[in-house]
Structures are given as structure tokens and as C-alpha cells.
């Protein structure tokens, strides 16, 4: 069976400070992964995904992730964040199977920018 | 536009009653999803469908069904069953397709039961 950890549920951060939100995963099989962002009282809007080739992954406002095979981690990243990148951020592996694709979601990561 | 839309945003019910939550897609996709979304617990998956009259339970679909009869549209409707209603619930979309498979979400529903 897959599962997803996200090792904080909440990390605060001032403005203009890099930050990195750990996520670790557990999977047999092929591993495709990716960082979704939720800003209060909305749904979710995919940030990046991995799915073979270079480990590091670009996505959008500036946040990128790095695949980790042997350490079993996909830990996002963002040099200098900015107050409006507060929100909630969710890593999640892809599973397939019989066909169907799910995604399974870690608990999230609250990340709180302060001026 | 392409996208997801939920309706309605906030909904109130009385404990004991069902009640339908309603989610359209015109982006064409083949897959459709239900998540709950709980303080704390992430994003648990409750339904979903691959194809038009085809669905699957999710990790959580005591006390919920759902209906797939057109491709645009997979309601779900939450029964006196279920013992905790009250949460935030994500309806999604995908082509449904192999590795990389992008789930698009919808704005959410917030159900509260009193």
C-alpha cells in the first residue's frame, strides 16, 4: 500500500525567508508524485508533480520539489516566500491500480508567512 | 471557461436529513472524484468514477452514495447514515489516464449538520 507523510502540520516563516515543507512517501511500485497549494475556503491547484526524468522539478510561483529516491522523500521548496503564499500545501503519490489512478494525500502543511 | 464548479458554496441541513451535492465539469474528463476534507486529516477520497455508470467506493463511502449518468456530472448525496456529515467536501476531475494523471478540483462545498 502507498502512504504520504508530511512531517509538519504547520511551519511558520517570515517574509522574504526560504522555506522547505518535507514530505516522505511510501510506495512498490512506480512512484509519481506531486505538491498541491489550497488558500483558505478554496479547492486545491496543483503546484508540481513528478513523474520521471531530472529530480528537480519546477512548478509554479517559484516553488520547486526534489525527488529522493533512496531517502523516499519529495520535499518542496521556495527561496523567498512572499505573504500570499500562505495557504496549505498537500503532497500526494498516484496510485494505479486495476486500471483505476487515485491520488492519496498526506495530512498537509500549513505554512504561515509573517511580515 | 473550462473547469469544475460546485454548488452551492455553504449548505445547512437539519441532522436526519440527505442532502445532494452537486458537481459539474466541462473540461471534457473522464474521471470524476469525492474527497472529505477534515482539520488535520487531509484529503480523504470517498467515490469515484472512470467512466459514465461506473463508480467505486473510496477510503470512506459509508454513509454516501453517488450517481455517474452523464459525463459533466457526478453528484453525491451524503445520507441520515453517515455519523459525522459536517465537513468541507472536493469534488475533482481527470482524463483518468496513466502515470501523471492531474486531478483538476472544484471550489468545494462546506456542510454543516446541525
Known amino acids: 500500500a502507498q502512504s504520504v507523510t508530511q512531517l509538519d502540520s504547520q511551519v511558520p516563516v517570515f517574509e522574504e525567508a526560504p522555506v522547505e515543507l518535507r514530505c516522505n512517501y511510501s510506495?512498490?511500485?512506480?512512484?509519481?508524485l506531486f505538491w498541491y497549494v489550497q488558500y483558505p475556503n478554496q479547492g486545491l491547484q496543483l503546484l508540481l508533480k513528478y513523474l520521471s526524468g531530472s529530480t528537480l522539478v519546477k512548478g509554479i510561483n517559484g516553488f520547486e520539489a526534489e525527488f529522493n529516491k533512496s531517502q523516499t522523500s519529495f520535499h518542496l521548496r521556495k527561496p523567498s516566500v512572499h505573504i500570499s503564499d500562505t495557504a496549505e500545501y498537500f503532497c500526494?503519490?498516484?496510485?494505479?491500480?486495476?486500471?483505476?489512478?487515485?491520488?492519496?494525500f498526506g495530512a498537509g502543511t500549513r505554512l504561515a508567512v509573517h511580515p | 471557461d473550462g473547469g469544475i464548479t460546485q454548488s452551492p458554496k455553504y449548505l445547512f441541513r437539519k441532522e436526519g436529513q440527505n442532502v445532494t451535492l452537486s458537481c459539474e465539469q466541462n473540461?471534457?474528463?473522464?474521471?470524476m472524484y469525492w474527497y472529505r476534507q477534515d482539520p488535520g486529516q487531509g484529503l480523504r477520497l470517498i467515490y469515484y468514477?472512470?467512466?459514465?455508470?461506473d463508480f467505486q467506493k473510496g477510503d470512506i463511502a459509508e454513509g454516501y452514495s453517488v450517481s455517474r449518468e452523464k459525463k459533466e456530472s457526478f453528484p453525491l448525496t451524503v445520507t441520515s447514515a453517515q455519523k459525522n456529515p459536517t465537513a468541507f467536501y472536493l469534488c475533482?476531475?481527470?482524463w483518468g489516464q496513466g502515470a501523471g494523471d492531474e486531478q483538476y478540483f472544484g471550489p468545494g462545498t462546506r456542510l454543516t449538520v446541525t
Open positions: 510506495s512498490s511500485v512506480s512512484v509519481y
Open positions: 500526494a503519490v498516484q496510485s494505479i491500480s486495476g486500471g483505476y489512478n487515485k491520488l492519496i
Open positions: 468514477s472512470q467512466i459514465v455508470n
Open positions: 473540461l471534457n474528463h473522464d474521471a
Open positions: 475533482a476531475s481527470s
